[in-house]
């Protein structure tokens, strides 16, 4: 038998609870930015140009639209802790479909894979973000995600560099121009060895999604009652009577199709000037994005509101963008002042300013959350599920990104992408928000 949680009041059994979903958005971060680092190794593997390279981005993220909805009546038949297991398996299933994906280097059935995987997270972010907003007290919301942002995003920063670490031991140079500059029996072999080494991550992270069923099946952790939840939301007939949910689902796509762009595009966009080191660079993203969450954990809501933190991030995203066209390809004196001290090597000023987008919009997520299903009551699991739908941005986007990079012949034009999903923002920040009815 669960335990319930009633949302009406601050419960002191959340403890736990919390611990349990933080390590499950560690396993979002590391499935999710595993992508950024996957995507310039099956580019070589599949021989994929940069807009063919980003479907890796569009079966992620896909799911997420066609099983959110799905996803939400099955959390209201099985609860939200039964759902959080089905969803881990679900994950576990694609993982080990990434074994014939590399050992063919079929791109097909690695997009297959990335379908499945999120899929399973199709569940798990339905159940846990709203869980995290309802646990606790309501002003605190956006300090509780930042802190799951927080360990999400470090996962972000640790994957990059121990996925790269594995796939290039022993393989020596395996940047796109090395490999073309290779005799054809050479380059074969190369494309050969790095396809298998694809497959040993995605084994580990089959064990270790196993073992999190059995934490989740056989823990404490509680149900929601949202039952007291629901004042003013029954004269509603669905969830698409709540413009501040409808709308923040826009805005979501928005913001998660330029944190994609801003974490799986800079390794392209980098190796594309020739950084030594491009395969890393999506860790530079989440650093920057680690930084964010921190200043949400530390801020909101004592010295900032969730809805002026959510404004900052619109207005700093716009800048960052500017900073990304308008900067040198060169130039590096932006990555001399804020690395440096790291000796990470040669980074240009526009690489540089795709990275501080992370910082930028670290805390759209988090503070959007609450405002969005404020009010929502007996509709949460289907409000989640929109705004989940939200995140096929990462889907779309990516894509369009993508196409303008290859019809333009130029990366850095195409960042001009980003501008309007942060002008979107910006807009749900200052009044979308606050819209309570369509009439």
Not at 38 to 52: A, S
Not at 245 to 268: K, N, Q
């Amino acid at each position: 038998m669960n335990t319930v949680v009633s949302t009406s009041k601050p419960n002191q059994s959340t403890v736990m609870p919390m611990i349990i979903i933080g390590v499950l958005f560690f396993i979002f971060g590391f499935v999710t930015w595993l992508n950024g680092s996957l995507i310039p190794f099956l580019k070589i593997v599949c021989e994929l140009n940069e807009f063919q390279a980003l479907f890796v981005t569009f079966a992620f993220y896909i799911a997420y639209t066609v099983m959110a909805f799905p996803m939400s009546f099955l959390l209201n038949k099985i609860g939200y802790k039964n759902g959080m297991a089905i969803g881990l398996a679900i994950m576990v299933a694609g993982s080990l479909a990434f074994i014939p994906a590399a050992q063919t280097a079929n791109y097909a059935i690695f997009l297959f894979a990335l379908f499945i995987l999120g899929t399973g997270l199709t569940i798990l972010q339905t159940a846990s973000n709203p869980y995290v907003v309802k646990i606790g007290p309501e002003k605190s919301a956006a300090m509780r995600i930042s802190i799951m942002g927080l360990i999400n995003k470090a996962a972000g920063v640790v994957v990059p560099v121990v996925f790269t670490t594995m796939i290039l031991a022993d393989m020596g140079d395996v940047s796109e121009q090395a490999v073309a500059a290779m005799a054809e029996a050479e380059r074969q072999a190369t494309i050969e060895a790095l396809s298998n080494k694809l497959v040993v991550p995605y084994i580990y992270m089959a064990i270790a999604l196993t073992f999190l069923i059995g934490l989740v099946k056989f823990s404490s952790l509680p149900e929601l009652d949202l039952s007291q939840d629901s004042e003013g939301s029954e004269e509603k007939g669905s969830v698409f009577d709540f413009p501040q949910v409808v709308l923040g689902a826009v805005a979501l796509f928005t913001y998660v199709g330029v944190e994609v762009i801003a974490g799986d595009t800079i390794g392209l966009y980098g190796s594309g000037l020739g950084v030594a080191n491009f395969a890393s660079l999506t860790s530079y993203t989440m650093v920057f994005m680690v930084i964010g969450y921190i200043i949400g954990v530390t801020c909101i809501p004592r010295f900032i509101s969730q809805q002026h933190a959510l404004l900052g991030s619109a207005i700093a995203g716009s800048l960052c963008i500017l900073g990304v066209v308008f900067s040198s390809t060169t130039s590096t004196y932006m990555a001399d002042i804020l690395w440096g001290w790291s000796g990470i090597g040669v980074v240009p000023n526009s690489v540089t300013f795709v990275a501080l987008m992370g910082l930028a919009h670290a805390l759209v997520w988090p503070s959007l959350w609450p405002l969005a299903l404020d009010g929502v009551g007996k509709f949460t699991s289907q409000a989640s599920a929109l705004l989940i739908m939200g995140i096929s941005g990462g889907a779309i986007l990516p894509l369009i990104f993508g196409k303008v990079a290859h019809v333009m012949g130029d990366t850095q034009i195409a960042y001009w992408v980003g501008l309007p999903c942060y002008l979107f923002i910006l807009f749900y920040a200052l009044k979308g928000h606050k819209i309570k009815s369509w009439k």
